[in-house]
């Protein structure tokens, strides 16, 4: 089905133009054995900020290779219309010719090149081939001041965070004089603070007169930022929606057109079975790996019982990932000092090793990077923590004993491939994540920590995340959960402690959970004795 509302249901705003800056017709994508895109039709206006929502997998980011060259004409269908006249990109230098340019959701930045050298690379300035590095450096600090960044050109991306970089990667756009901007994910990895700058910025570039089409999941920053959106739901384009129109857009028309239905509640109802003490921490102060005076944790005393979610709640830098990462393994930091117990009694975690013998398992916040091996198959990554479980006692594998181990979780947590040797790098982020939620499962854990579970899925690849973590739960683990978003944590919780530069400031139970009172436990300089509203849940 191939539906664009824009002829019939959407006006230009006053004071816009209505033509077109980019017309994609009938584009068709297919790849050995899968069709990624099929007949996919929509339109951009010249000045707009154009958001593509869909699950993953249905092929927003496909398309828009399409478009920028990546996957070059003549290995797709259909036309692609651009100011007017139809253009055939044979790569990616072509579009950039055109002043277009993606901004991947991987960024491309060279962690050992200088911001200036990052910028400018492949577009060197200077004359005949010799690199003026004086007006390098000049005009790179002049775009990195125009995206808001005061930082020396001279700096390496090592230097700044992942916020920063994001906006190295629009600098760069910039430096190519860009007319329409495209933005995979760009706030994927970046705390509120940092989201809402960048979106400020797009904003400001449509004011300028620049094009923007932005990918993306958050549907609460597309209806702050969109001025229109396109539905793509399995490789086609479902509808065109208009924030200016007539009919207010709501989060969960976007979501119906997502998913193909409607999702009565974000979250799965759950009533938790609470049983015993499962693990209890106290006292656990990490310091950090280089600089071995600062706290990155410091005295935290956390509880968490069979049967229980309990979240963690936190600022960008907060200590959560450092508390997890130091528990699992001491897999991070220095001078680590406190006590474990699981059950009651005290047990010593000096190696992952340790942690896997003990029951507990920690899944990753970056999934690509440090919770998979993107060149195996599903069979190999979930079997690689539990090598234990399909081999002999000689360290021989069993036959055929992989395959069941991954089928059985294939098929319980509904990862969507045909097989089990399936490249894990092929699957969208929703199944990726859930590949790495059945690794650590078939270790048979009585403690699970999960580590932005959802970041960078769909809401309904979130729908089913959640399922199974009360499922988990149900089962009698106890789950840890860290989230950056808080309406996950109050959706998903029993109870919810907050982090403050490496202490725990408050514990809030669900009842009382809200926004607001957890983000002035996170904002809280100095951690009382104890937070009022766990002591007032306590006694009800």
Request: charged share 25%; glycine share 10%; aromatic share 4%.
């Amino acid at each position: 089905m191939t539906t664009d509302t824009t002829a019939t249901t959407e006006q230009p705003r006053s004071g816009e133009s209505a033509d077109l800056i980019l017309e994609m017709r009938n584009i068709v994508k297919e790849f050995p054995g899968v069709k990624a895109l099929s007949d996919v039709t929509f339109t951009v206006r010249r000045g707009e900020v154009h958001a593509i929502c869909g699950e993953n997998g249905a092929g927003k980011s496909t398309l828009m290779k399409v478009l920028s060259g990546v996957y070059p004409h003549g290995t797709y269908e259909g036309d692609i219309v651009y100011n007017g006249e139809e253009v055939r990109f044979r790569g990616i230098r072509d579009s950039e010719a055109a002043r277009i340019v993606i901004i991947h959701q991987e960024l491309a930045l060279v962690p050992r090149l200088s911001l200036a050298e990052n910028i400018f690379l492949g577009n060197e300035q200077g004359p005949k081939g010799l690199v003026d590095w004086h007006q390098t450096r000049a005009r790179a600090t002049e775009l990195l001041r125009r995206v808001g960044l005061t930082e020396n050109a001279d700096l390496t991306p090592l230097d700044i965070g992942v916020g920063k970089q994001q906006l190295v990667e629009i600098a760069k756009a910039l430096s190519k004089n860009v007319d329409l901007l495209i933005l995979d994910e760009p706030t994927a990895a970046l705390n509120d603070e940092d989201s809402a700058h960048l979106l400020g910025l797009i904003d400001g570039f449509r004011k300028e007169g620049m094009t923007s089409i932005i990918i993306s999941h958050k549907l609460n920053e597309i209806a702050a930022i969109a001025d229109r959106v396109t539905v793509i739901r399995d490789g086609q384009t479902i509808e065109t929606l208009d924030f200016h129109g007539p009919e207010p857009i709501t989060e969960d028309r976007i979501i119906r057109g997502m998913v193909g239905r409607p999702l009565d509640a974000r979250f799965p109802d759950h009533t938790p079975t609470i049983g015993e003490e499962m693990l209890r921490i106290e006292d656990w102060t990490v310091h950090h790996p280089i600089d071995a005076e600062r706290k990155v944790v410091d005295g935290a005393n956390i509880t968490v019982h069979a049967g229980e979610i309990v979240g963690l709640a936190g600022l960008m830098g907060a200590g959560r990932t450092e508390l997890a990462m130091s528990l699992f393994g001491r897999t991070y930091g220095s001078n680590i000092s406190g006590r474990v117990y699981k059950r009651g009694q005290e047990i010593q975690i000096r190696s992952v090793g340790d942690a896997i013998r003990h029951g507990i398992a920690y899944t990753t916040e970056d999934r690509k990077a440090l919770g998979l091996n993107l060149i195996q198959t599903i069979r190999e990554n979930i079997s690689a923590s539990a090598l234990g479980k399909v081999s002999s006692a000689w360290g021989v594998m069993k036959p055929g004993a992989e395959e069941v181990v991954a089928e059985k979780y294939r098929k319980e947590f509904r990862i969507k491939t045909p097989n089990v040797e399936a490249l894990v790098g092929k699957l969208s982020g929703g199944n990726q994540q859930k590949v790495v939620l059945s690794k650590w499962v078939n270790t048979d854990p009585d403690v699970l920590i999960l580590d932005e579970p959802t970041r960078g899925i769909d809401v309904g690849a979130k729908y089913e995340i959640y399922g199974i973590i009360n499922a988990l739960a149900d089962a009698g683990k106890a789950v840890i959960v860290i989230s950056s978003e808080l309406p996950e944590l109050i959706g998903t919780c029993d109870r919810i402690y907050a982090v403050a530069e490496g202490r725990i400031t408050g514990e809030v139970p669900r009842a009382r959970a809200t926004q607001e009172e957890l983000m002035r436990y996170m904002t809280m300089e100095k951690a009382p004795a104890r937070s009022a509203a766990a002591t007032e849940g306590n006694q009800e």
